[in-house]
């Protein structure tokens, strides 16, 4: 269950999940260094559901005409795998640009 950040760590630059001197993020109502951030379930589920949906818009695209015609190429083995984590690594990777702390937040103190 995730609670809200401790009001004496806030702004401290310490990751309130693993107490590492380096939040970078602020995810989940708490600041969190990388490792924790790219672990965080909320933040991986909704980079799963962006993936799965624009994925399958991109393969329909793109690979669209090959599966209509029934002649299945052994390259889609790695395309349409890749067609899927491209966008599940933009979409954790805009989330983390979004969340980052700026240095002068991350080293204030209440």
Do not use: H
Not at 35 to 46: E, G, I, K, Q
């Amino acid at each position: 269950m995730q609670t809200l950040a401790d009001p004496s760590t806030v702004n401290s630059g310490l990751c309130e999940v693993c107490n590492r001197f380096t939040a970078l993020f602020n995810i989940g109502a708490s600041q969190r260094c990388l490792r924790c951030a790219l672990t965080f379930r909320l933040l991986l589920r909704r980079s799963a559901l962006t993936a799965l949906f624009v994925g399958t818009v991109l393969t329909g695209i793109n690979q669209g005409n090959i599966f209509l015609g029934g002649d299945l190429p052994a390259s889609l083995a790695w395309k349409i795998p890749l067609t899927y984590c491209v966008p599940f690594c933009v979409a954790t990777w805009g989330a983390l640009i979004n969340s980052r702390l700026q240095k002068s937040e991350a080293k204030s103190q209440p």
